[in-house]
């Protein structure tokens, strides 16, 4: 490993003024789609409609927003205990249930002018600014950095399933792939790991995207994730497609289908351990 790491960039960091682009494209990209779309049509592979996919998207867009204006976000009681899919699942549900997710147009305006404030936010925000994230538990934060690379997730992934529901295209380029994972996986990973991984084992994966694309380390042990800057000793290696990475990240492809065609593969000292990574984590 390099000694020289003033050239590397921090794990994690993102491209704000790239990834910004990247929002405007999408939303872009949504709306229109959107517009053209049966609402009552349902993605396959998921309990939502078009309506409520969209809705969802509105929400997220609007609780980011006041994530980072400092401005109260109500959320759901829940236990303390919950873990974070139960949270993050019981809140979805919770702010579906208080929209009208049958008027598409209507959802449209809502996504446009949420991408535009959160694009305003963020340019003027610090990329390293803690906001106030109470769905993801009690006293949790994440960064305007990880909040962008989130945003445009959502706006990635759901486009995705919106485009797949209706069997039209949707183009994921490498670069939008490489600024949604490079940041929200290293940044999201304590919080997604799943209480039973590791247990009673230390497990130390290095993810590298291909392409010269990001790279991190990630160790799990007993219910927990840290992550450091590649390199050094670890139990495997896994290398992957951005896009395809992307797709598995967020549950759209299982690890079995990216290896099958080409987009993953898993060396180093214990190869076998990666097809079990994506099972120790949530969806982000």
Known sequence: MSTNTSRQPAVGALDQEAARAAISAAAARLAALLRDTEGSARPRGTDWTVGETAAHVSIVLTGFCAAIAGEHVPTPQQSVDADFHTRLAATNAAYLDMVDNTDIGAIVGQITAGAQRFLSLA????????????????????????????????????GHDVATATGRPWPISTAHANLIVGTVCPHMAPLVIRPDAGRGSSLTYEIRMRGDGPRWVVTVADGKATV?????????????????????????????????????????????????????????
């Open 123 to 158: 340019a003027e925000a610090d990329a390293d600014q803690a906001c106030q994230t109470p769905w993801y538990g009690p006293g949790r934060t994440r960064t305007v950095d990880c909040l962008t690379a989130l945003a445009l997730g959502e706006l990635t992934v759901h």
């Open 228 to 284: 450091r800057a590649a390199g050094g000793r670890v139990d495997c290696v896994i290398s992957a497609n951005p896009v395809t990475y992307l797709l598995v990240v967020y549950g759209r492809m299982s690890t079995f289908q990216a290896m099958l065609r080409g987009g993953m593969t898993m060396t180093g000292r214990s190869p076998w351990l990666g097809l079990g990574f994506k099972d120790m984590f949530f969806n982000p």
